[in-house]
């Protein structure tokens, strides 16, 4: 199985980025999927989480109300629309895959994920 993400960048304070992750040999739609950020220096942190079917999603508290996590089951990809970015948001983006026989949980712990992609990364600087 293979993840890759996409969309990273360089942005100002209060921009906005869309990361994408496509997935491939796996099938998806069995997947909940997450996206986690680490920062330099500091840990990896979970940061959205949706389930299989889309219907339910979870985010970190430092987040909620800027980013939307969101997957298209046809496309097998999982997207992060970011607005509002701060400085703080500046870190190595990862997308996740955890399968699961649950069609609307979803998971914020990284030991429950069973692969990962590259990662993506996001600087968000004046």
């Known amino acids: 199985a293979q993840l890759v993400e996409s969309g990273g960048g360089l942005v100002q304070p209060g921009g906005s980025l869309r990361l994408s992750c496509a997935a491939s040999?796996?099938?998806?739609?069995?997947?909940?999927m997450g996206w986690f950020r680490q920062a330099p220096g500091k840990e990896r942190e979970f940061v959205a989480a949706?389930?299989?079917?889309?219907?339910?999603?979870y985010y970190v508290d430092s987040v909620k109300g800027r980013f939307t996590i969101s997957r298209d089951n046809a496309k097998s990809e999982v997207y992060l629309q970011m607005n509002s970015l701060k400085p703080e948001d500046t870190a190595v983006y990862y997308c996740?895959?955890?399968?699961?026989?649950?069609?609307?949980?979803?998971?914020?712990?990284?030991?429950?994920?069973?692969?990962w992609g590259q990662g993506t990364q996001v600087t968000v600087s004046s």
């Open positions: 996740a895959a955890a399968l699961t026989s649950y069609s609307e949980r979803y998971y914020s712990s990284a030991q429950q994920y069973d692969y």
């Open positions: 040999g796996l099938t998806f739609a069995n997947y909940a």
């Open positions: 949706i389930s299989r079917s889309g219907g339910r999603t």
